[in-house]
């Protein structure tokens, strides 16, 4: 009996966090990944926990215990970092994140783990990279994606310097960041435990704000300063990684530098091929034909494998990038000894969110699971996270607005609404 309890308790945490626009679809190997981090009655426990962020007064109230108990077992919780404590202007909440970009990667962030750290990524490994349920779901089940690389500065030509704009620099998110915290790059620590080791140096992922106050304050990773932080990126430019961070214009919380072999979103690229599994940048390269010696250099560092030969009417072969895989980050132009690879901005216009709230609130009308983040009745509700989401409901497209209109039935959003339609 005390085995099906058991069972339930992680199926009932597995739902929990499939009330978040990234979800974690059923598996025997989840179960055997949450039954690894979470105990028993920590599973219980999270499952019951509000979709945003929370007090301790509100998890006391919600797990029926005071607030001391409360304060002891989130606690708890952040140390093995699979929740967070967020500090902001004196207050605290606690959130608990998503799996990826979540509590899978910090659960792999630091080298003194409290579990088994190989049989974790043993297990990592079956869910993310051969099982596909879950790849899909976090990279394919949203037009909205939450990541986006960023280009490499270094091979912008002066007209593109002067166009590009400041969120698309990794520079201008650095420079602008309250507080950045060093961790060890999960992807590549996995690998480790697994026996591959990646040419790439693995203390290398960022983390911003309060989320890098939180991940520090549990030795989960360092405090560095903006110099250090720019001195690890042109390191990083020089093992050909990709800068990839939150798919947001304003206050991205983390910033990875991606290799080809061991990054999730490297790999679902070159597995899939078919699709971007995280947001490009604005540009995209151009190989040119008369000064390309066809060395095949681009090919070998692209960390996508997106540059192909392609055989025109006439028979000649050329190469070029495909753009539906092509992140253009500027790592081909970076190695090209013959300077034949330059960027061109794409026809396309690349929209980005304005911010966390923004990209969340995209991602579950898409998702269907806006009602949830509106509605859960179990979260502390704050006028100011309500303000915020119906602000972003009331600026989408039309498109957007019918499909969260469907999904809440909500006789106040619709009247908001049509308000806006008239004053319009």
Same mark, same amino acid.
């Given at each position: ?31 055997? /990944?949450?039954? +690894?981090? %979470? $105990?028993? *009655?920590?599973?219980?426990?999270? #499952? ?86 879950? /790849?899909?779901? +976090?990279? %394919? $089940?949203? *037009?909205?994606?939450?990541?986006? #690389? ?275």
């Amino acid at each position: 009996m005390s085995h099906i309890v058991g069972k339930e308790a992680y199926k009932s945490l597995e739902e929990r966090l499939n009330l978040f626009p990234q979800g974690a679809p059923s598996s025997k190997t989840l179960y055997q /990944i949450l039954n +690894l981090l %979470f $105990s028993e *009655e920590e599973a219980k426990m999270a #499952a019951l926990l509000p979709v945003r962020p929370f007090t301790v007064k509100k998890a006391a109230k919600v797990w029926n215990i005071s607030e001391y108990q409360a304060q002891l077992q989130l606690e708890n919780l952040c140390s093995k970092g699979v929740l967070l404590d967020l500090t902001q202007e004196g207050q605290t909440t606690y959130f608990l994140p998503p799996p990826m970009i979540g509590f899978f990667e910090f659960s792999l962030m630091r080298t003194h783990g409290h579990m088994d750290q190989q049989l974790l990524s043993t297990l990592y490994h079956q869910y993310l990279n051969v099982e596909e349920d879950f /790849i899909k779901d +976090l990279f %394919f $089940s949203t *037009e909205t994606k939450f990541g986006r #690389a960023f280009v490499q500065e270094g091979v912008l030509s002066r007209e593109n310097a002067i166009h590009v704009l400041d969120f698309e620099r990794t520079s201008y998110l650095i420079e602008n960041a309250r507080d950045i915290s060093l961790s060890l790059c999960y992807c590549r620590h996995k690998e480790h435990h697994l026996g591959h080791d990646c040419y790439a140096p693995m203390e290398t992922c960022m983390t911003f704000g309060a989320t890098a106050r939180s991940l520090t304050k549990q030795g989960y990773g360092r405090i560095i300063d903006a110099k250090e932080a720019m001195d690890i990126i042109h390191m990083c430019y020089d093992y050909n990684l990709v800068q990839c961070g939150e798919n947001v214009r304003e206050g991205g919380s983390f910033l990875c530098n991606c290799c080809g072999c061991c990054c999730e979103a490297m790999t679902t690229a070159k597995r899939f091929g078919i699709m971007n599994p995280i947001e490009t940048t604005a540009f995209i390269p151009s190989i040119d034909d008369d000064l390309c010696v066809h060395c095949g250099k681009c090919q070998k560092v692209c960390p996508v494998a997106c540059i192909e030969p392609i055989t025109n009417e006439q028979g000649n072969t050329y190469l070029a990038p495909n753009p539906n895989i092509c992140l253009g980050c500027g790592v081909c132009v970076r190695n090209c000894p013959k300077k034949a690879i330059h960027l061109n901005r794409r026809e396309q216009q690349i929209l980005t969110p304005a911010n966390t709230t923004h990209r969340t609130v995209l991602m579950a009308i898409e998702k269907g699971t806006l009602p949830y983040l509106i509605f859960d009745t179990k979260a502390y509700k704050s006028h100011r996270m309500m303000a915020a989401i119906l602000s972003v409901i009331l600026n989408l497209p039309p498109l957007k607005q019918a499909l969260a209109s469907k999904q809440l039935k909500s006789v106040y959003l619709d009247h908001l609404l049509a308000t806006k339609k008239k004053q319009n």
